[in-house]
């Protein structure tokens, strides 16, 4: 079955770029979607299809895909994107997930 | 808005069955493919299954690990998403949260979820 691999944390000063990798065979071949989670809250989406934001998504939010290597890149972080970040593929009739990169903001 | 809010996780033992409710409001439910995705704690996200809108089939497929097991079904008419759990094990312990995929101007992205609930809390306990 398909595997994809995130770092299990990511650190960012606050107002520096964020970078979270999601590694996969071949992962430039499919499309990619981006989720963020937040104790308590409904989980979000925040890049579709590589690097389409859905409405409300602020720019700094930006996604790119090629190779085995997906990446999903927040720019200027703020306190409040501090959240757990997963990928996403839909693969053989399923979803697969990334494992998930928690997001800390200093 | 789209809300989903999902009802019925509870402690129930190894063996039971549990049946999750997802009421869905602000969007046209029968056009829309779901899906149930859960959380064991600690852990990341796993996908359990997907039902397609009736216009599209009404089919369903499922995670290998809950198949023949779990059942999604749906009531377009009390849009209503249900998860039909049953021979439950400790491993099925997680916040079960629904999902429905993603539409951009009308048009469904059948992959992406775009819009989930909070999520509702499975125990299974021997």
């Known amino acids: 079955s398909y595997e994809l691999t995130q770092p299990l944390s990511v650190s960012v000063a606050l107002g520096q770029t964020a970078t979270i990798t999601c590694g996969g065979h071949n992962i430039g071949r499919k499309t990619v979607h981006w989720y963020q989670l937040k104790p308590g809250q409904a989980p979000g989406l925040v890049i579709y299809r590589d690097t389409n934001r859905p409405s409300g998504i602020p720019e700094r939010f930006s996604g790119s895909n090629s190779g085995n290597t997906a990446t999903l890149t927040i720019s200027r972080a703020q306190a409040g994107d501090e959240a757990d970040y997963y990928c996403q593929v839909w693969d053989n009739n399923a979803d697969v997930f990334g494992g998930g990169t928690k997001l800390t903001v200093l | 808005d789209v809300q989903l809010v999902e009802s019925g996780g509870a402690l129930v033992k190894t063996g039971g069955s549990l049946t999750l409710s997802c009421a869905a409001s602000?969007?046209?439910?029968?056009?829309?493919?779901m899906t149930w995705v859960r959380q064991v704690p600690g852990k990341g996200l796993q996908w359990v299954g997907r039902l397609k809108s009736r216009t599209d089939g009404g089919t369903a497929d499922y995670a290998a690990s809950v198949k023949g097991r779990f059942t999604i079904s749906r009531d377009d008419v009390k849009k209503t998403l249900y998860l039909h759990m049953s021979s439950l094990t400790t491993e099925d312990t997680a916040l079960y949260y629904c999902?429905?995929?993603?539409?951009?101007?009308?048009?469904?992205?059948?992959?992406?979820?775009?819009?989930w609930g909070r999520g509702t809390a499975v125990t299974v306990s021997s």
């Open positions: 999902s429905s995929a993603l539409t951009v101007s009308g048009v469904l992205i059948p992959d992406v979820r775009g819009h």
């Open positions: 602000g969007f046209t439910f029968p056009d829309a493919w």
